[in-house]
């Protein structure tokens, strides 16, 4: 049920694609608990030879989307948004962890809904996923969220 993606580089020489190949799985948002903000997961896989970087994420259910970091019992935004993938390597936001905070919600999303989101990238093309809204109490079984 999860949405994924592959991109595979395109060898162009427009500085574009090449030499990363990321896929994106285990995405999901906990139907949010307030109007105002809801959490997103999901892990980012690359496959290829190159690094790459995690800029920004946008959507059209929310004004902004940005990283955060639990600690404890506390959250907080992780500064930046730019995070590393490395070659061969995954990105994994998760529950408890670094995860997609939506902010200024325009609407609140209910269980059963997606929510599109739009991954940006250093060196890769935009990726859009659909992200399935869960009950605010799921717990994923994948080992991918570890």
């Known amino acids: 049920m999860a949405a994924v993606l592959t991109l595979a580089g395109c060898g162009d020489d427009s500085g574009g694609s090449e030499g990363t190949a990321?896929?994106?799985d285990s995405a999901y948002m906990p139907q949010p608990v307030t109007a105002a903000m809801a959490?997103?997961?999901l892990v980012i896989e690359n496959d290829g030879d190159t690094p790459d970087t995690l800029r920004s994420v946008?959507?059209?259910i929310a004004q902004d989307v940005t990283i955060h970091t639990?600690?404890?019992?506390t959250m907080e935004s992780a500064g930046s948004n730019d995070r590393g993938i490395p070659a061969h390597g995954r990105l994994v936001l998760r529950s408890g962890g670094t995860h997609l905070m939506f902010e200024k919600l325009k609407r609140k999303p209910k269980e059963g809904e997606t929510v599109s989101v739009e991954l940006h990238f250093a060196k890769t093309d935009p990726v859009k996923?659909?992200?399935p809204?869960?009950?605010?109490t799921y717990q994923p079984a994948s080992a991918s969220h570890q």
């Open 22 to 24: 990321l896929k994106v």
């Open 129 to 131: 996923v659909e992200m």
């Open 70 to 73: 639990t600690s404890g019992q």
């Open 133 to 136: 809204v869960k009950s605010a």
């Open 39 to 41: 959490a997103g997961y």
């Open 58 to 60: 946008t959507s059209d």
